[in-house]
């Protein structure tokens, strides 16, 4: 069982950047698809970015154009570059994977991304 820990989260100012790392004890492709998901305190946890193992990506609109997901097979680490960010990103970040036909996995501990002044 492939395990994912995120790291990389922290406090940044509103316009700042941030790098989040998704790392797997495996290969990290040996799931088709790695998702980055976002949960602010008493809302759903929604979708952010997903690659697949053949680098195909999708972003979420509110991020679209701010944010890059970009994976490293040598490393084993698909990473979430986060730029521009508002107050409106401050969120605990999850990453997590599936097969071509299967379902996400558990979710982990995540990261803390505080976007504020």
């Known amino acids: 069982q492939v395990q994912l820990v995120e790291s990389g989260g922290g406090l940044v100012q509103p316009g700042g950047s941030l790098r989040l790392s998704c790392a797997a004890s495996?290969?990290?492709?040996?799931?088709?698809?790695i998702g980055w998901y976002r949960q602010a305190p008493g809302k759903q946890r929604e979708l952010v970015a997903t690659?697949?193992?053949?680098?195909?990506?999708n972003y979420a609109d509110s991020v679209n154009g701010r944010f890059t997901i970009a994976g490293d097979s040598a490393k084993n680490t698909v990473y979430l570059q986060m730029n521009s960010l508002k107050p409106e990103d401050t969120a605990v970040y999850y990453c997590n994977g599936r097969q071509r036909w299967g379902t996400w996995g558990s979710w982990g501990q995540g990261t803390r991304v505080t976007v504020s002044s």
């Open positions: 495996g290969r990290i492709f040996s799931f088709f698809t």
């Open positions: 690659i697949t193992s053949a680098g195909t990506t």
